[in-house]
T-cell receptor, first 119, second 115 residues
Framework: AQKITQTQPGMFVQEKEAVTLDCTYD???????LFWYKQPSSGEMIFLIY??????QNATEGRYSLNFQKARKSANLVISASQLGDSAMYFC????????????????FGKGTHLIIQP | DVKVTQSSRYLVKRTGEKVFLECVQD?????MFWYRQDPGLGLRLIYF???????EKGDIPEGYSVSREKKERFSLILESASTNQTSMYLCASSKLGGATNEKLFFGSGTQLSVL
């Protein structure tokens, strides 16, 4: 079973509208972290936002917020007031604590959502 | 400005060639990773290393090997390149584990085409 599921392969959104990118995850580890990365056409992966499984509040970073619904195992990214420069691939990823430390500190990624902002 | 540098942005090789993809980080990170990115498949972990000369297989290690002779450098090796290894390769680094919030820092990627 996939650990990270992003159900939207692509999205078209009008400039200045808010965008929600979906992400669901699967883990039995009580301690985990969820990440969102942006990949513009240049190829570099840019870290956007992080949410820990024990965090009481939803994470926010500027125009980015993470709608964390633990019971549903959902970690949707919300971009407010979208801009043309937000057009990119967006990846949701997870690290599980039981695998951390000295052996498996990598992230498990979803398949990504291609977001296109239209003027 | 801290960074992860991949030696080539684009690379074209022939089937059967031995290919080296190089990655250098200047953040003194213990962990280094090689991911492969394909459309519709996301990023998949090939190999990672948490110390010099240490390596661990990821999810798709077949057809690849790695080398970590120095802390800052992690090389991905395709012993005999095949067309199904045409892909974007991303190198990343991070501090050694414990915290779930330890993010990965990525290079700009190498688009490899095997003809």
């Amino acid at each position: 079973a996939q650990k990270i599921t992003q159900t939207q392969p692509g999205m078209f959104v009008q400039e200045k509208e808010a965008v929600t990118l979906d992400c669901t995850y699967d883990t039995s580890d009580p301690s985990y972290g969820l990440f969102w990365y942006k990949q513009p056409s240049s190829g570099e992966m840019i870290f956007l936002i992080y949410q820990g499984s024990y965090d009481q509040q939803n994470a926010t970073e500027g125009r980015y917020s993470l709608n964390f619904q633990k019971a549903r195992k959902s970690a949707n990214l919300v971009i407010s007031a979208s801009q043309l420069g937000d057009s990119a691939m967006y990846f949701c990823a997870m690290r599980e604590a039981m695998y951390s430390g000295g052996g498996a500190d990598g992230l498990t990624f979803g398949k990504g959502t291609h977001l296109i902002i239209q003027p | 400005d801290v960074k992860v540098t991949q030696s080539s942005r684009y690379l074209v090789k022939r089937t059967g060639e031995k290919v080296f993809l190089e990655c250098v980080q200047d953040m003194d990170h213990e962990n280094m990773f090689w991911y492969r990115q394909d459309p519709g498949l996301g990023l998949r972990l090939i190999y990672f290393s948490y110390d010099v000369k240490m390596k661990e297989k990821g999810d798709i290690p077949e057809g690849y090997s790695v080398s970590r002779e120095k802390k800052e450098r992690f090389s991905l090796i395709l012993e005999s390149a095949s067309t199904n290894q045409t892909s974007m390769y991303l190198c990343a680094s991070s501090k050694l584990g414990g915290a779930t919030n330890e993010k990965l820092f990525f290079g700009s990627g190498t688009q490899l085409s095997v003809l």
